[in-house]
């Protein structure tokens, strides 16, 4: 190993010491640190200078340095890196030119609007900077450059760009930066002081007086910008970065997100022609949203095409549908969205690089740090830390009012490269199987709040009682939150075989699925449950699942056939095992099925025969499960026409609710009586006798809306909007149809159209 005595062989030798201590090749500590295998072993031969402070921190990461073996590797890189010259000015790499704009540029209106009026807003006591920051692939570069062009007559002392190659090995120092940029305003080189400090000060009072516009390009963060930006004047600072710069102060923030679908068609028909996209329309609206409608991946697909003027657009778009190619397709010539994300994922240390790469085994469209940690094998507050910073850098998207992040479509498959490349079959096994069981754990645990028989022996322990949110609304805000991430864990379960858990896990969530009758994945988790219980030879809890399954069916995705299937598979369980609760259940939800099927008749006599078992048990839940099928009896009379043995049986539940059958929970109790009192107001307004009705639905309405629960409010609204047009109060009426409208197609419930056609027949306007 070469040393010459000097400080670069010091740190080489170092290095070099730590790496053998380490048990680590040069490859490995290449990777580990984001750095070349050339540039390290350059590094420790001392043909490179003195390490940059970036690339100290990331090697001294990669070794498991403490602080104080992190700063004596940083003093020796120190003692390596060159001394400012006295005599002479150092050249910045690249030219201070202003860069051609892009003849097809495209959007970006109202974001060079903003900039315009910041320019015109600015007072000559503050010089106006602009930031431009963002995921990379924005074209930020591309935009500051077009801006510059477009604000060039403001600024008649000069245009200038200076690359601060923010992402290569080596960042522009500022003061080189500043020698370039006071040469370039005409100050001799004998006249361009030695220190940063007395260079940005002059750089200052040289700009005061002038109307420059300057493109600091490629920031490397905040502490190589601050010394470049003027003091008073009217000259603009337009800075772009992957980097947030959150810590600059009083600058305009250029906020570029990727571009609509119509823009992004538009700049594709600006690079290929009108006529070859108008041919294939829908191919080339395909195309661009296969590019997540990032404007650099949108130009490379159009290059590509342009280059090739016989392919056919419905080619590029099928190849990009195959998402293990899309990253190797998307790159014409130099340009290359995979190279672009590679070098953003370099600049990170080893940890957060971890978690970025790990985060895209998140199911679902968003997740939080608490998911990334597990995912990552990090302590939450980390994990929290490094998302942050990868936000900072562009590399996740924040969510506007949670603290959960997002990838962009590219970006996510990126990352899902990268953990496979790394990590590889075994570590993404091992970090699913970590999660899965904690969050398994957690959404068993929460779900449990909504339980009223919910005792404290139950199986579900919370992974972290400390962190468990808190009342039933923390434990909703985490179950919805999260019900993409359980969801997947528990298909990981049931697919590996763990059936007891799976089981557990569903039994948890029977209660909290009522509140969220809409979500269709109900179905999946009640048939992973019934089958797992099948699997462990417990034919009394697969005869609950399957009357879980069964309601599922019926009611979350309305295939009534599949419902009953389910139903019959119940009893006929049920019954071998002489459960006469669940033969009570299994009765009311297949008869819930033949009703919706046209078997009306036979439903009537399917509900007597639960009602009348269900009735003779004199359980709590037994008489939970009559007071449901009475409620289902009385309904289905009533559809029939016959409202007046409707309104007799819903009276009976009434009197059996009142006498404490819904059990140890008055939440529940208060919940049956609700519905009781909406089935009874709809039976008297099927009677016509309006005024009565009118009191019992806005009471149900009342009681619901108090408990949050949208799948029984709004139907209830419809209801008591429905009789309101009858009183004559046509305003009431028309607000309550309205609000029922639109909730209950956000719920995706048949039963919007019902009241669309109120709101038709109140003569408004949908």
């Given at each position: 190993m070469e040393n010459d005595g000097s400080g670069r062989g010091g740190f080489g030798q170092l290095l070099y010491r730590l790496?053998?201590?380490?048990?680590?090749?040069?490859?490995?500590?290449?990777?580990?640190?984001?750095?070349?295998?050339?540039?390290?072993?350059?590094?420790?031969?001392?043909?490179?200078?003195?390490?940059?402070?970036?690339?100290?921190?990331?090697?001294?990461?990669?070794?498991?340095?403490?602080?104080?073996?992190?700063?004596?590797?940083?003093?020796?890189?120190?003692?390596?890196?060159?001394?400012?010259?006295?005599?002479?000015?150092?050249?910045?790499?690249?030219?201070?030119?202003?860069?051609?704009?892009?003849?097809?540029?495209?959007?970006?209106?109202?974001a060079l609007d903003r900039l315009r009026a910041a320019v015109r807003r600015a007072d000559g006591e503050h010089a106006p900077v602009a930031v431009v920051s963002g995921e990379p692939g924005l074209g930020k570069t591309s935009f500051a450059v077009h801006a510059a062009h477009r604000l060039a007559e403001h600024f008649p002392d000069g245009l200038f760009a200076v690359d601060l190659h923010g992402m290569g090995h080596e960042p522009t120092e500022p003061r080189d930066a500043l020698a370039a940029l006071l040469r370039a305003v005409g100050v001799p080189d004998s006249g361009v002081p030695a220190d940063t400090g007395d260079r940005a000060g002059l750089w200052r009072s040289v700009v005061r007086d002038r109307r420059l516009l300057v493109l600091l390009d490629d920031a490397a963060g905040e502490e190589q910008v601050r010394p470049l930006l003027p003091g008073g004047g009217r000259s603009l600072t337009i800075v772009t970065s992957r980097q947030s710069l959150a810590g600059l102060e009083s600058v305009h923030r250029c906020d570029l997100g990727v571009l609509r679908r119509e823009e992004a068609v538009e700049l594709m028909t600006r690079i290929l022609g009108p006529e070859r996209v108008g041919r294939e329309a829908q191919a080339a609206r395909d195309i661009v949203d296969l590019c997540g409608l990032l404007p650099l991946a949108v130009r490379i697909a159009g290059q590509r095409l342009a280059a090739r003027p016989d392919e056919r657009l419905g080619k590029l778009a099928a190849r990009l549908a195959d998402e293990g190619r899309r990253l190797d397709t998307l790159q014409?010539?130099?340009?290359?969205?995979?190279?672009?994300?590679?070098?953003?994922?370099r600049q990170l240390g080893p940890a957060a690089r971890r978690l970025f790469r790990r985060a895209a085994l998140?199911?679902?469209?968003?997740?939080?740090?608490?998911?990334?940690?597990?995912?990552?094998?990090?302590?939450?507050?980390?994990?929290?830390?490094?998302?942050?910073?990868?936000?900072?850098?562009?590399?996740?998207?924040?969510?506007?009012?949670?603290?959960?992040?997002?990838?962009?479509?590219?970006?996510?498959?990126?990352?899902?490269?990268?953990?496979?490349?790394?990590?590889?079959?075994?570590?993404?096994?091992?970090?699913?199987?970590?999660?899965?069981?904690?969050?398994?754990?957690?959404?068993?645990?929460?779900?449990?709040?909504?339980?009223?028989?919910?005792?404290?022996?139950?199986?579900?322990?919370?992974?972290?009682?400390?962190?468990?949110?808190?009342?039933?609304?923390?434990?909703?805000?985490?179950?919805?939150?999260?019900?993409?991430?359980?969801?997947?864990?528990?298909?990981?379960?049931?697919?590996?075989?763990?059936?007891?858990?799976?089981?557990?896990?569903?039994?948890?969530?029977?209660?909290?699925?009522?509140?969220?009758?809409?979500?269709?994945?109900?179905?999946?988790?009640?048939?992973?449950?019934?089958?797992?219980?099948?699997?462990?030879?417990?034919?009394?809890?697969?005869?609950?699942?399957?009357?879980?399954?069964?309601?599922?069916?019926?009611?979350?995705?309305?295939?009534?056939?599949?419902?009953?299937?389910?139903?019959?598979?119940?009893?006929?369980?049920?019954?071998?095992?002489?459960?006469?609760?669940?033969?009570?259940?299994?009765?009311?939800?297949?008869?819930g099925a033949l009703s919706r099927t046209g078997r009306v008749a036979e439903s009537i006599a399917w509900l007597r025969d639960s009602a009348a078992c269900l009735g003779a048990l004199g359980s709590v839940q037994a008489h939970l499960g009559e007071l449901t099928v009475l409620n289902t009896l009385g309904n289905t009379l009533r559809q029939q026409g016959r409202a007046g043995e409707a309104l007799e049986v819903h009276r009976r539940a009434e009197l059996i609710c009142r006498a404490g059958a819904p059990g140890r929970s008055p939440d529940l109790a208060e919940l049956y009586g609700a519905i009781i009192r909406q089935n009874i107001g709809n039976d008297l307004a099927a009677?016509?006798?309006?005024?009565?009705?009118?009191?019992?639905?806005?009471?149900?309405?009342?009681?619901?809306?108090?408990?949050?629960?949208?799948?029984?409010?709004?139907?209830?609204?419809?209801?008591?909007?429905?009789?309101?047009?009858?009183?004559?109060?046509?305003?009431?009426?028309?607000?309550?149809?309205s609000a029922a409208h639109e909730a209950l197609g956000a719920l995706n419930s048949p039963r919007r159209q019902e009241a669309a056609d109120e709101l038709d027949a109140l003569g408004t306007v949908r």
């Amino acid at each position: 190993m070469e040393n010459d005595g000097s400080g670069r062989g010091g740190f080489g030798q170092l290095l070099y010491r730590l790496r053998g201590d380490a048990g680590l090749s040069q490859e490995q500590l290449a990777h580990a640190a984001g750095v070349s295998v050339r540039a390290l072993a350059d590094l420790e031969r001392g043909r490179a200078r003195g390490a940059r402070r970036r690339t100290v921190r990331a090697l001294a990461e990669a070794l498991g340095l403490d602080e104080t073996g992190e700063r004596a590797l940083e003093q020796a890189a120190a003692a390596g890196r060159p001394r400012p010259q006295t005599g002479g000015a150092t050249v910045v790499r690249g030219a201070l030119a202003l860069p051609r704009d892009i003849a097809d540029f495209t959007a970006r209106g109202p974001a060079l609007d903003r900039l315009r009026a910041a320019v015109r807003r600015a007072d000559g006591e503050h010089a106006p900077v602009a930031v431009v920051s963002g995921e990379p692939g924005l074209g930020k570069t591309s935009f500051a450059v077009h801006a510059a062009h477009r604000l060039a007559e403001h600024f008649p002392d000069g245009l200038f760009a200076v690359d601060l190659h923010g992402m290569g090995h080596e960042p522009t120092e500022p003061r080189d930066a500043l020698a370039a940029l006071l040469r370039a305003v005409g100050v001799p080189d004998s006249g361009v002081p030695a220190d940063t400090g007395d260079r940005a000060g002059l750089w200052r009072s040289v700009v005061r007086d002038r109307r420059l516009l300057v493109l600091l390009d490629d920031a490397a963060g905040e502490e190589q910008v601050r010394p470049l930006l003027p003091g008073g004047g009217r000259s603009l600072t337009i800075v772009t970065s992957r980097q947030s710069l959150a810590g600059l102060e009083s600058v305009h923030r250029c906020d570029l997100g990727v571009l609509r679908r119509e823009e992004a068609v538009e700049l594709m028909t600006r690079i290929l022609g009108p006529e070859r996209v108008g041919r294939e329309a829908q191919a080339a609206r395909d195309i661009v949203d296969l590019c997540g409608l990032l404007p650099l991946a949108v130009r490379i697909a159009g290059q590509r095409l342009a280059a090739r003027p016989d392919e056919r657009l419905g080619k590029l778009a099928a190849r990009l549908a195959d998402e293990g190619r899309r990253l190797d397709t998307l790159q014409a010539g130099s340009l290359q969205v995979r190279a672009v994300f590679a070098l953003s994922y370099r600049q990170l240390g080893p940890a957060a690089r971890r978690l970025f790469r790990r985060a895209a085994l998140a199911a679902g469209p968003d997740f939080g740090p608490e998911i990334a940690a597990l995912l990552a094998d990090l302590p939450i507050a980390q994990a929290a830390r490094h998302a942050e910073e990868l936000t900072d850098a562009g590399l996740l998207q924040p969510h506007p009012t949670a603290e959960r992040y997002r990838f962009h479509d590219l970006l996510k498959v990126f990352a899902g490269e990268q953990v496979a490349a790394e990590d590889g079959p075994e570590g993404i096994r091992a970090a699913l199987e970590r999660a899965d069981r904690w969050i398994l754990g957690r959404a068993g645990a929460a779900a449990l709040r909504f339980d009223a028989d919910h005792h404290q022996d139950s199986p579900h322990a919370d992974p972290d009682p400390a962190s468990l949110p808190a009342g039933r609304e923390g434990a909703r805000a985490w179950l919805e939150a999260e019900r993409a991430n359980w969801l997947a864990a528990l298909r990981r379960a049931a697919r590996a075989g763990h059936h007891r858990q799976v089981v557990d896990v569903a039994e948890a969530m029977h209660w909290f699925s009522d509140l969220n009758q809409h979500w269709e994945l109900w179905a999946e988790v009640f048939r992973y449950s019934s089958d797992a219980a099948r699997a462990l030879g417990s034919r009394r809890e697969e005869a609950v699942h399957l009357n879980y399954l069964a309601w599922a069916y019926n009611i979350c995705v309305y295939d009534h056939q599949a419902a009953l299937a389910a139903a019959e598979a119940a009893l006929t369980a049920a019954r071998e095992v002489d459960d006469r609760l669940q033969v009570g259940w299994a009765l009311g939800y297949g008869a819930g099925a033949l009703s919706r099927t046209g078997r009306v008749a036979e439903s009537i006599a399917w509900l007597r025969d639960s009602a009348a078992c269900l009735g003779a048990l004199g359980s709590v839940q037994a008489h939970l499960g009559e007071l449901t099928v009475l409620n289902t009896l009385g309904n289905t009379l009533r559809q029939q026409g016959r409202a007046g043995e409707a309104l007799e049986v819903h009276r009976r539940a009434e009197l059996i609710c009142r006498a404490g059958a819904p059990g140890r929970s008055p939440d529940l109790a208060e919940l049956y009586g609700a519905i009781i009192r909406q089935n009874i107001g709809n039976d008297l307004a099927a009677l016509g006798r309006w005024s009565e009705a009118e009191p019992e639905l806005a009471g149900a309405l009342a009681r619901f809306e108090a408990r949050d629960v949208k799948p029984w409010s709004e139907p209830a609204r419809l209801d008591l909007g429905r009789v309101l047009a009858r009183l004559g109060r046509r305003r009431e009426a028309f607000q309550a149809l309205s609000a029922a409208h639109e909730a209950l197609g956000a719920l995706n419930s048949p039963r919007r159209q019902e009241a669309a056609d109120e709101l038709d027949a109140l003569g408004t306007v949908r």
